[in-house]
């Protein structure tokens, strides 16, 4: 239960080390999202991602063409 190897991105699967389990601060406190992605990604991943896909997210999040909210609710 205790397992201290490297986390695993649920979005790129890459390999990535959250700060949550360790002594260093996370990397992801460096990325500003808003509450509504935070709200998505908490539905879709289940966990923490690695930084460059927080980053990207965030850049995302700048750009209103791009809702995942609002295009989920019109499926
Ligand atoms: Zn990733």
């Not at 790129?12 to 360790?22: D, E, Q, S, W, Y």
């Not at 908490?42 to 750009?63: F, K």
Request: charged share 25%; proline share 8%.
């Amino acid at each position: 239960m205790s397992e201290a190897g490297p986390d695993r991105c649920p979005r790129c699967g890459g390999a990535f080390r959250c700060g949550v389990n360790g002594a260093a601060p996370c990397p992801c406190t460096t990325i500003t999202l808003s509450a509504a992605q935070r709200a998505d990604l908490r539905q879709r991943y289940s966990g923490c991602l690695c930084l460059r896909c927080l980053a990207e997210l965030e850049r995302e999040g700048s750009q209103p063409a791009d809702h995942p909210v609002m295009r989920a609710a019109s499926r």
